[in-house]
């Protein structure tokens, strides 16, 4: 039978990504992550890690794994942050786009007009 370290080898192998981009974007040397695959009591925390990185879930691996489905709350701020900041855009892009509509309609450019009417009928806000 596999060890947690054999697994989790196995898993990231099959993943397709770099061991170098791995052991980087971990905060990890090559060396490291490779003595970390002989590990057999390898802890849960790097595993959660290793998984959120290669966006693998090894709950189905390791069931007894405590694995929060709710983000943290800081990755939850940063999303509400996130999310304001795209709706203030939208509202800047509709806004930009009712300007230029009006523009196009005050200096009789029907062409300008119309193709801003088209763009606008054929977006999905």
Do not use: C
């Amino acid at each position: 039978m596999q060890h947690r370290g054999q697994i989790i080898e196995n898993v990231v192998r099959k993943s397709g990504i770099s061991l170098s981009v791995l052991a980087a974007k971990m905060g990890v040397s090559r060396n490291t992550l490779y003595n970390r695959f002989k590990e057999q009591n390898l802890n849960y925390d790097f595993i959660l890690t290793l998984g959120m990185i290669i966006h693998y879930n090894f709950a189905v691996e390791f069931p007894e794994m405590r694995l929060d489905t709710a983000p943290p709350e800081d990755a939850r701020a940063e999303l509400w942050k996130l999310e304001k900041k795209y709706k203030n855009l939208l509202e800047k892009y509709n806004r930009l786009l009712k300007f230029l509509l009006k523009k196009s309609q005050d200096t009789d450019q029907h062409a300008l007009h119309k193709k801003i009417k088209e763009f606008i009928n054929s977006s999905s806000f």
